[in-house]
Structures are given as C-alpha cells and as structure tokens.
C-alpha cells in the first residue's frame, strides 16, 4: 500500500513528466495480456491484489513508478 510519504515523492517532476495511467500485465495463470488502469496519485510505489479478467485468478500487483513518469508494473501469484 502507498504511504503518505510515497505520494509525497510524486510531486518531484509531476509537472515535467506525464505519468503512465495504463499497463499491459500478463497474467501469471493463463498467460493472457490484459490492460489495466493505473492511479498515479497512489503513489510512487504501489502494492495490491486485482483479479484477472480473463481467468478471475488474483494478482499481486507490484506498481513503481520512476522519476521520468515511466512504470514497472508486475503480477505474482495472489493469495
């Protein structure tokens, strides 16, 4: 989960940077390619679950976003 701190840090370059608001994720179950919708007023580092949409399997989504806006964005296996 994002912390007060983290969404702190995303005012570095919000005005210099566009900050990805959607990811391709494939997903770590059946192997689909699915598009998701991100927030960037989450916070620079983002951590939950979200389900498939394909195969209804969850997610541990990992989301990081760097000081340019680009994002790393990565899917385990859920609990």
Do not use: K, N
């Given at each position: 989960?994002?912390?007060?701190?983290?969404?702190?840090?995303?005012?570095?370059?919000?005005?210099?940077?566009?900050?990805?608001s959607?990811?391709?994720?494939?997903?770590?179950?059946?192997?689909?390619?699915?598009?998701?919708?991100?927030?960037?007023?989450?916070?620079?580092?983002?951590?939950?679950?979200?389900?498939?949409?394909?195969?209804?399997?969850?997610?541990?989504?990992?989301?990081?976003?760097?000081?340019?806006?680009?994002?790393?964005?990565?899917a385990e296996?859920?609990?």
């Amino acid at each position: 989960m994002a912390t007060p701190d983290d969404a702190e840090d995303m005012e570095w370059d919000e005005d210099d940077a566009t900050f990805a608001s959607e990811a391709d994720v494939t997903c770590p179950y059946c192997g689909e390619v699915v598009s998701i919708t991100l927030d960037p007023g989450g916070g620079t580092v983002q951590s939950y679950v979200e389900d498939c949409e394909i195969c209804c399997r969850p997610w541990q989504l990992t989301v990081t976003y760097e000081h340019d806006g680009s994002v790393e964005v990565t899917a385990e296996e859920g609990a």
